[in-house]
């Protein structure tokens, strides 16, 4: 993954791996035994509350570190107001590698726009 952003990226890596292995260990048993391993899917991230968005970067961090293949299509960027309704993001990437990374993903954006928000 190239680094764009202003820190060495082993640490963000460490961060998601440690983040994904205290979410989910070695994977969610329903999911692992329900998707076939080579079935793909989409997700959008859909505005609930009006303030500033952050954590978008991290999302798509998140989202190749589980699947490499994935492909995020950003509509709106760190740092910008948003309204209900807006989507910020799609992904697509592999359905099961989706759900692994989603839980994480939500946390930490609604935890970094909250605070993005406030301050």
Same mark, same amino acid.
């Given at each position: 993954m #190239?680094n764009?952003? #202003?820190?060495? &990226?082993k640490?963000?890596?460490e961060f998601?791996?440690?983040?994904?292995y =205290? !979410?989910?260990q =070695?994977?969610d048993?329903t999911?692992?035994a329900?998707? #076939?391993?080579d079935?793909?899917?989409? *997700?959008?991230?859909?505005?609930?509350?009006p303030?500033?968005? *952050?954590g &978008? =970067?991290? *999302?798509?961090a998140?989202?190749k570190?589980? !699947? /490499?293949t994935?492909?995020i299509?950003?509509? &709106?960027?760190?740092?910008s107001?948003?309204?209900?309704?807006? &989507?910020?993001?799609?992904? =697509?990437?592999? *359905?099961q590698?989706?759900?692994?990374? /989603?839980?994480?993903?939500?946390?930490a954006?609604?935890?970094?726009?909250g605070?993005?928000?406030m301050?």
């Open positions: #190239p764009s952003l #202003p820190f060495d &990226i640490i963000l890596e998601i791996d440690d983040a994904l =205290e !979410d989910v =070695e994977g048993h999911s692992l329900c998707i #076939p391993t079935a793909r899917s989409r *997700a959008k991230l859909l505005v609930k509350d303030g500033v968005i *952050a &978008i =970067e991290l *999302a798509k998140v989202f570190r589980v !699947d /490499e994935a492909t299509d950003v509509f &709106i960027e760190d740092g107001s948003v309204s209900y309704g807006d &989507i910020a993001f799609n992904v =697509e990437c592999n *359905a590698a989706l759900l692994k990374a /989603e839980r994480l993903v939500l946390n954006m609604q935890r970094m726009s605070i993005a928000t301050s």
